[in-house]
């Protein structure tokens, strides 16, 4: 399983607009929720974090210096 994004359900407010971006389709609506669907292997693209209008998604990374 690779890295997800990580949403903050309590700010969610269910809009849609990250699954609307979302180019691996890793993204769905449950319940008026965002949810995670972790078979699909996320591409770290950080468009639902763009788009969400309330940063209820976040896409850490980790910098590496070599």
Do not use: H, K, Y
Request: charged fraction near 20%; charge should be negative; include cysteine.
């Amino acid at each position: 399983m690779g890295q997800f994004p990580v949403i903050d359900i309590d700010r969610c407010n269910g809009c849609g607009l990250c699954v609307s971006v979302c180019r691996c389709g890793g993204l769905v609506l449950v319940d008026g929720m965002i949810t995670i669907v972790e078979t699909v292997e996320c591409e770290w693209c950080t468009n639902c974090e763009a788009v969400c209008p309330i940063d209820a998604i976040q896409c850490p990374f980790e910098i590496v210096i070599e």
